[in-house]
């Protein structure tokens, strides 16, 4: 079976306060993107995870997807599997490309072996691997809740604009990214915001975690700038970071000085 897990991007992302268990309430939208990774599950007479593209850093055994796998087969009697991934999307982007590539796995081991789980059940297995991953399970723009697991689809959002997104080589652990930030109370209301048209969101739609990362890395500031510069309608960080991106009314074309970052141009719609 092929699967093609997809990044996100966040429409704005407010950290609201820290909680007693550790993790930060945040409000934000979570827009599904055309940024894709592979991933290959078949049956097999044993277990085994590998990967191709880019590299992933870290031990191969902690991959979310091996994790996947571990969790539906400690409640369920299914057949060892090897699963390939061939990563596209960037790590430690902001882009939940981790996430993603979890959330797909339980959805393809599910299919594979015929499980019949529901929503409800799959995204219950997939709170457990990461606060992200429960968006993946249904995939469709959602304004986000909670530590990042509480979806509602309600939200009217109609998005014809192009994504362009720049992923610079900083690399920023979700962990690091928390650590720096101060919480605070939102000023004003997020779908609200929303309803605005896009070239209004610029100063009102913000990424907290902006202020937070922007003075240690200064080259995240530039390339919010510089997307303003190559005729952004708006420009934002995605996440916890560190990559950028940039709305568009036409396709744009990525400028030359955006050559040596990992760039994707999709459209939203
Ligand atoms: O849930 P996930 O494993 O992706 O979170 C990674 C880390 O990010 C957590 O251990 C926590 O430090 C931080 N986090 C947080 N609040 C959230 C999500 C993540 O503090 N809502």
């Not at 993603?100 to 691997?129: R, W």
């Not at 959602?142 to 610079?168: I, N, W």
């Amino acid at each position: 079976m092929q699967l093609q897990p997809n990044a996100k991007i966040n429409l704005g992302l407010f950290i609201k306060c820290k909680r007693e268990d550790g993790f930060h309430e945040l409000e934000s939208v979570f827009v599904p993107v055309d940024w894709k990774d592979e991933l290959e599950i078949k049956e097999a007479a044993e277990f085994s995870f590998s990967s191709s593209g880019l590299s992933i850093p870290g031990d191969l055994d902690n991959n979310l997807c091996v994790k996947a796998y571990q969790l539906l087969k400690q409640d369920f009697d299914i057949p060892a599997v090897q699963l390939h991934l061939h990563k596209n999307i960037p790590m430690g982007a902001g882009l939940g490309g981790g996430s993603s590539d979890a959330a797909f796995t339980l959805k393809g081991i599910d299919q594979l072996f015929e499980l019949n789980l529901s929503h409800e059940k799959l995204e219950h297995y997939a709170a457990q691997l990461g606060s992200d991953c429960v968006f993946f399970i249904q995939n469709k723009t959602a304004l986000v809740r909670g530590r990042g697991e509480l979806l509602d689809f309600s939200l009217q959002l109609t998005l014809k604009a192009y994504v362009l997104m720049v992923k610079p080589k900083v690399f920023i652990s979700t962990q690091e990214a928390y650590s720096k930030i101060k919480p605070q109370a939102p000023q004003n209301s997020l779908p609200d915001l929303l309803q605005l048209p896009i070239a209004e969101w610029e100063g009102r739609l913000k990424n907290d975690f902006e202020a937070a990362l922007f003075p240690d890395y200064p080259e995240l500031a530039t390339i919010k700038e510089k997307l303003y510069e190559a005729g952004a309608k708006y420009a934002a960080m995605s996440g916890s970071g560190s990559c950028l991106y940039g709305l568009f009314d036409e396709e744009p074309q990525i400028p030359s000085e955006f050559e040596k970052y990992h760039c994707k141009v999709c459209r939203l719609d």
